[in-house]
C-alpha cells in the first residue's frame, strides 16, 4: 500500500520549513524530487538544498526529469495531458522504488492547495494523500513588504495572470493577488489609482521587490522582471494590485 505526503515547503528559503515539514519529510520511505529542464536547474538545487538542511542522509531522495506541457493546443486539455503524464511519471517512481508499499513524499512550492496542481494528479493515481501546509509566495510577498494583504474590512481576489488579461479587475474586489502571470498582466489594468506591490525569487538570495503607482513603477517591473528572467534563466513572480 502506498502513503503519500504532499508537503508544503515555502518559497525556497529552508528556513520557511515548518517542523510539521520536517516530521513528513523524516517519516517518508520515498521523497521524489522533479527536475524541470535544463533552464529550471535553480528549483532542483533548492529542493536538494531543503533536503540537506533538514534530512540527515539523503539515501532516500530520488531525482526524476518531470515532463514537459505540449503548449501548442488548447490550455485546459494540454494542461490535463501534462498532469496525465505526471501521474504516470510519479507511478514509475514509486513501482521502481517501493515496489512493496511505502510512505512517498513530494516537496510543493508554497503549500500544495494554493494555484498547484500536485493534488489533482494524485486523485489520477487514486491516492488521498496527507496535506502538510506551507509557507506561500503570497504570505512572504506581503512580508517582505511589509503590508497587510487587505484593507479593513475589505475583499481580495488571488487570481492569476490569465485571468486578469482576458477579464479585466475582478468585479468587487478592493484588492487582486496576482499569481502565475506570464509577465505583464497588469498592464491591461488601468492604471490611475491603483498601486502594485511586486516581487520575484521570493524567499530567495536573489529576491526581488517593487511597490509603487502602477502608472510609475509598471515600465521599471516589467525591465526588471526580463533582465531577472534572461540572467537566471526562468523566474518565479507575484503581485499585489490596490485601488
Known amino acids: 500500500m502506498i502513503a503519500l505526503d504532499l508537503i508544503g515547503i515555502g518559497t525556497g528559503n529552508p528556513e520557511h520549513v515548518t517542523l510539521a515539514a520536517i516530521r513528513a519529510m523524516a517519516e517518508a520511505d520515498l521523497i521524489l524530487l522533479p527536475r524541470k529542464g535544463d533552464e529550471k536547474t535553480d528549483l532542483a538545487d ?14 532516500r531522495v530520488v531525482e526524476f526529469d518531470l515532463p514537459v506541457r505540449d503548449a501548442s493546443g488548447g490550455y485546459i486539455d494540454g494542461v490535463n495531458d501534462w ?8 507511478k514509475a517512481q514509486i513501482d521502481a522504488h517501493l515496489p512493496q508499499g511505502g510512505r512517498v513524499a513530494l516537496l510543493v512550492w508554497g503549500d500544495p ?18 496535506v502538510v501546509p506551507g509557507v506561500t509566495s503570497l504570505s512572504v510577498l506581503t512580508a517582505a513588504h511589509a503590508i497587510p494583504l487587505n484593507d479593513l474590512g475589505a475583499p481580495v481576489v488571488i487570481t492569476t495572470g490569465r485571468q486578469l488579461r482576458e477579464n479585466g479587475w475582478p468585479e468587487g474586489a478592493d484588492a487582486v493577488a496576482v499569481m502565475l502571470d506570464q509577465g505583464g498582466a497588469f498592464t491591461h489594468v488601468a492604471p490611475e489609482g491603483v498601486k502594485i506591490w511586486w516581487g520575484a525569487y521570493l524567499g530567495m538570495a ?23 528572467r534572461a540572467l537566471h534563466g526562468w523566474i518565479m513572480d507575484i503581485y499585489l494590485l490596490r485601488r
Open 83 to 90: 498532469h496525465d503524464a505526471i501521474a504516470q511519471a510519479w
Open 46 to 59: 533548492l529542493r536538494r538544498q531543503v533536503c540537506a538542511t533538514h534530512l540527515p542522509d539523503l539515501a
Open 206 to 228: 536573489h529576491e526581488a521587490l517593487i511597490a509603487g503607482p502602477l502608472a510609475e513603477v509598471a515600465d521599471q517591473i516589467l525591465t526588471t522582471r526580463a533582465e531577472l
Open 113 to 130: 492547495s494554493l494555484y498547484d496542481s500536485t493534488l489533482r494528479i494524485a486523485a489520477r493515481l487514486g491516492l488521498t494523500p496527507r
